[in-house]
């Protein structure tokens, strides 16, 4: 196994053993029993955790102990799970599946479902607030941040386009990459952004950071876009084939498969390029050509 391999697979275990310990916040109320489970079933469901690893890695490059970012990592993982569930709601993109199982809201039920992403959507701001680890300036600074990526201004806003897009038929590049940058982009650019502030690095290193983040945002969403129309449901875990039944512009319907793999390869060489201001960039370099080349 490359140390790239071992490096990824122990920040991959690392989250895995905090989101089991911060899921304790929840306590044992058994009138909540049903949305406990309803969260930790979605939480706790698998996926790349790519999020949390652009978080620890940041946090090394700049010199840090990539362990001083765990309540905010995996408060980060928490909110990117929270969109999901909403995601696949039947008033959103109607999905039935995630991640090769049912849906929260197949699993459980739609009203369980809204309630357990609400829940994942707070929890994480109270897990940093409480973190014994972090400075308070630091606890600011990274609430604040992720209350910007994830609100009106970011994610969210970010999901109001995609689904406005839908009822539209002159979406072009310029507003895909604009919705993409705030629905995808954010999340990933600010988790970039949190691993530096954990570090004690400066604020132009931060903002270099989440340049990297968006680039890399938006090269991930075109690969996306490319799989939906490559690959099958068993390889994604979820329905393919899902942007052409919801209507949806995307760099595939805009260019074609070939283009938009060269678009995002075009992009994916910027993000290599911001790497640079990093001394200790190797893994990221590593990652980042690892998501450009997967296959779900």
Not at 36 to 62: D, H, Q, T
Not at 230 to 236: A, F, K, N, Y
């Amino acid at each position: 196994m490359s140390n790239f391999r071992e490096k990824l697979s122990e920040y991959v275990k690392f989250t895995e053993e905090n989101l089991k310990k911060y899921s304790l916040c929840f306590g044992a109320v058994s009138a909540q029993e049903n949305l406990i489970k309803a969260m930790n079933y979605s939480l706790e469901a698998g996926g790349k955790r790519i999020r949390p690893v652009l978080a620890y890695a940041f946090c090394e490059a700049c010199g840090g102990d990539y362990k001083t970012v765990s309540a905010p990592a995996c408060g980060i993982e928490m909110v990117h799970t929270f969109s999901l569930i909403h995601d696949d709601l039947p008033a959103m993109d109607n999905d039935d599946f995630r991640r090769g199982k049912p849906s929260c809201h197949k699993a459980f039920d739609e009203s369980t479902a809204i309630l357990a992403g609400d829940a994942l959507s707070v929890l994480p701001f109270e897990i940093i607030a409480d973190d014994p680890v972090l400075t308070n300036d630091q606890k600011v600074s990274i609430i604040s941040c992720l209350a910007k990526a994830v609100g009106r201004d970011g994610m969210i806003g970010g999901q109001v386009i995609d689904m406005e897009n839908e009822k539209r038929s002159d979406v072009d590049e310029v507003n895909l990459r604009n919705m993409y940058r705030h629905k995808t982009g954010d999340l990933i650019a600010v988790s970039c952004m949190i691993g530096c502030i954990c570090a004690g690095a400066d604020s132009e290193t931060a903002a270099a950071a989440g340049e990297y983040g968006y680039r890399l945002g938006l090269a991930f969403q075109i690969i996306d876009d490319i799989l939906d129309v490559t690959s099958t449901t068993e390889e994604l875990g979820k329905p393919a084939g899902s942007d052409s039944q919801e209507n949806k512009t995307t760099f595939v319907t805009l260019y074609g498969v070939e283009k938009a793999r060269d678009i995002a390869g075009q992009i994916t060489g910027e993000a290599m390029l911001t790497l640079e201001k990093f001394s200790d960039s190797l893994f990221l370099k590593e990652l980042t050509e690892m998501l450009l080349c997967r296959k779900k």
